[in-house]
Each structure stands twice: as structure tokens, then as C-alpha cells.
């Protein structure tokens, strides 16, 4: 019934190097936890449904965080770490944080994985390879800043319901490539966004063509600098 768990490093001197599936499945009372250097995995569903946890400390020696672990808790802070990564289907999913940086160490981001999280602002990269579908499908997403300089492989609706003119940010010195690759792709996927440019490019920042990737829903606005370069809606079924 603790209201708090720091687990331990080792428990009888033997080190802990996981935290096993179910380990604190629906445990209602639980609202923080620290999890010690050593431990390299969260299992599948470890602290499912632990509906008032809103904190929990990741450590450097995580690799990771398996399905559904922290589903449905009310996680509002987390203590990300280097190291990380793996993110397992629907681990974060219907949490309530609303900021994050996710670790640059990250490679891979399964389905659902953090749908409906209750993002706000997200920054991920740069060794993301894959985001699975719906993977950062919530409602609450305004502002996403992508870090790396290679295009990831995203899930089908892998942004789905993201707020309309929500931003989609790409690091200084991103390659013309990966520039057109994410306005390709949010024109027909995620028609609510916005592809910024980077204050700076490998090449000059390119034209929009507003015809590119037609049909496509809803309002699309592609910044260059302060100036609205193109800014419609269409009624395209």
C-alpha cells in the first residue's frame, strides 16, 4: 500500500537487472517510483494500471521498457535517461505527460506506444528508426521537434489526432532531403501539421508546392522563417 518505492539495487546481494512482468500490476496506491543503476529492462504491463503513479525515475543502464508497462497510469514526470532504447506497444499509453525530450540513445518506438500520452511538446531523435503506428497519436500534441538527419520508418496514423497547426520542427543544419521527405509525408498523413524550416539548411530552403501530395484534409501551413508561405483548406473527400 506504499504510497512511494524506491527499489532497491540488489535484493539478498543479488543485483536486480529487471523489473518482471506484472511486478506491480494495478497497484492503485503507487505514485512514485525510482528505478535503481543496473536495471535493463521493464517488463511487459510491470505497472499497468497504476492509476495515480505520476512519477517514476528511469536509470542510465535501462534498454528497455516492454509493452504496456506503464498503461493507463497517470504519469505526469518522467526522469528519462541515456541509454534507452526500445519503447514496447502501448507502454505509455493514455498517460498524462504533457513534456518531453526522449533520450538520444532511442532507436525504436513499437505501436501505440505513446498513444494518447497527453503530449503537449515532444522532442525525439536523433537514432529513431522506426515509430509504429499510432505511436504518438494524441489529441494534445502541438509542437513535435525531430532531431536527426534521416528519415524515420512511421506506422500507419503514427501522428493521428494531433491538434490542428500543430509544428513539426527539424534540427539546424538537416539535409534538404529530410526536409521534403516530412512535407511529403505530413501532406498525406498528418494534414494538420507544419514543417518548420531549420535556421539552417545543408541546401536553400525548397519551394512548396501545394499540389504535392494531393488529396489531403484540413489546413496546411508550410513556414519559411516569419513568412506563411502557403495557407488553405480544401475540401478534398
Avoid at 494495478?26 to 499497468?48: D, N, R
Avoid at 522563417?225 to 483548406?233: A, E, N, R, S
Wanted: hydrophobic share 40%.
Amino acid at each position: 500500500t506504499a504510497s512511494r518505492i524506491d527499489i532497491p539495487a540488489a535484493i539478498g546481494g543479488v543485483p536486480v537487472k529487471s523489473i518482471g512482468k506484472q511486478a506491480f500490476l494495478q497497484k492503485y496506491s503507487l505514485m512514485y517510483v525510482t528505478i535503481p543503476e543496473g536495471v535493463e529492462s521493464i517488463e511487459k504491463q510491470a505497472f499497468h494500471g497504476c492509476s495515480l503513479m505520476t512519477y517514476v525515475s528511469f536509470p542510465t543502464t535501462l534498454r528497455t521498457i516492454g509493452d504496456s508497462a506503464f498503461n493507463t497510469n497517470n504519469l505526469v514526470d518522467v526522469g528519462w535517461a541515456e541509454g534507452l532504447e526500445s519503447i514496447g506497444s502501448k507502454a505509455f499509453y493514455n498517460c498524462d505527460i504533457c513534456y518531453a525530450t526522449l533520450p538520444t540513445t532511442l532507436r525504436t518506438i513499437a505501436d501505440s506506444g505513446f498513444e494518447n500520452a497527453g503530449f503537449v511538446e515532444v522532442t525525439f531523435g536523433p537514432n529513431v528508426e522506426t515509430v509504429g503506428e499510432k505511436g504518438f497519436a494524441a489529441k494534445t500534441i502541438e509542437a513535435i521537434t525531430y532531431t536527426g538527419t534521416t528519415m524515420p520508418t512511421f506506422g500507419a496514423d503514427a501522428f493521428k489526432g494531433c491538434k490542428k497547426d500543430a509544428t513539426l520542427s527539424l534540427a539546424d543544419g538537416s539535409p534538404k532531403e529530410l526536409y521534403d521527405g516530412f512535407v511529403t509525408y505530413m501532406a498525406s498523413a498528418f494534414p494538420p501539421c507544419a514543417v518548420n524550416e531549420p535556421a539552417t539548411m545543408e541546401m536553400p530552403f525548397p519551394t512548396l508546392d501545394v499540389m504535392a501530395g494531393m488529396p489531403f484534409f484540413g489546413d496546411w501551413h508550410a513556414v519559411a522563417g516569419k513568412d506563411v508561405m502557403g495557407d488553405f483548406t480544401n475540401d478534398y473527400p
